[in-house]
């Protein structure tokens, strides 16, 4: 089954404690992306990769890193989470960067 | 001017109903535009996409583009208590080379039995 898979589902930490959401997919797409959604603001992009080490801004990249070493994998890397960036995270994916995006069922993240 | 407005209702319309959804966008070089459904707990999966402007049907699904008003809606036909779910218009600026997808805040629909 072709799918964007996030783990965890859910995770409740603490400030500063770095913390990695990971993401994969299975249909051997070039282009991933990370969105937050929040309510009242909807989804907003924070980072995106056309291909393989290729990763790049989106609009609200301040706080997280990303890496893209192999085509299926896209971690979302918080180095030093705060309550601000309590937040439900999705992956999404597409085979090529203008066609539309498959998403994941998302990441529920609390900083506390 | 925000780039893409969407009313967030919610939306509350009985079994059978049409369901009219509508975003507006500010920026005439978009071009892509797509919308997508969400279930509660889950991801947003696409229903729609269309390049031009024009009426696209899939089903129930009527997805609608007028560029020159730079307004696109979604028709649902004889909604059902399945289609409750929240909608995201979404439009893809292909300037500045980062085909960044731009989101609409989403619109809840609720269909009542």
């Known amino acids: 089954e072709a799918q964007v898979t996030q783990n965890p589902r859910y995770l409740i930490t603490v400030t500063g404690k770095k913390l990695t959401v990971t993401c994969s997919q299975n249909m051997n797409h070039e282009y991933m992306s990370w969105y937050r959604q929040d309510p009242g603001l909807g989804l907003r992009q924070i980072y995106y990769?056309?291909?393989?080490?290729?990763?790049d801004k989106g609009d609200v990249p301040e706080g997280y890193k990303v890496s893209r070493k192999e085509k299926r994998n896209f971690p979302l890397i918080l180095e030093s989470p705060s309550p601000n960036q309590t937040s439900l995270y999705f992956c999404?994916?597409?085979?090529?960067?203008?066609?539309?995006?498959?998403f994941g069922d998302g990441t529920r993240l609390s900083i506390l | 001017q925000k780039e893409v407005e969407q009313d967030p209702g919610p939306l509350s319309v009985p079994e059978g109903a049409i369901v009219s959804l509508n975003c507006t966008y500010s920026?005439?070089?978009?071009?892509?535009f797509m919308w997508y459904r969400q279930y509660s707990r889950k991801g947003p999966e696409l229903l729609m996409y269309?390049?031009?402007?024009g009426n696209k049907e899939d089903g129930r699904f009527t997805a609608q583009v007028d560029k020159s008003s730079k307004y696109i809606s979604l028709f649902i036909r004889d909604s059902q208590p399945s289609d409750s779910a929240t909608y995201l218009c979404a439009i893809r600026n292909p300037g500045a080379g980062s085909y960044q997808l731009t989101f609409g805040k989403g619109t809840k629909l609720s269909v009542i039995p």
């Open positions: 920026n005439s070089a978009f071009q892509y």
């Open positions: 999404a994916s597409s085979l090529l960067r203008n066609q539309p995006q498959h």
């Open positions: 269309t390049y031009s402007s």
């Open positions: 990769s056309m291909n393989v080490e290729v990763t």
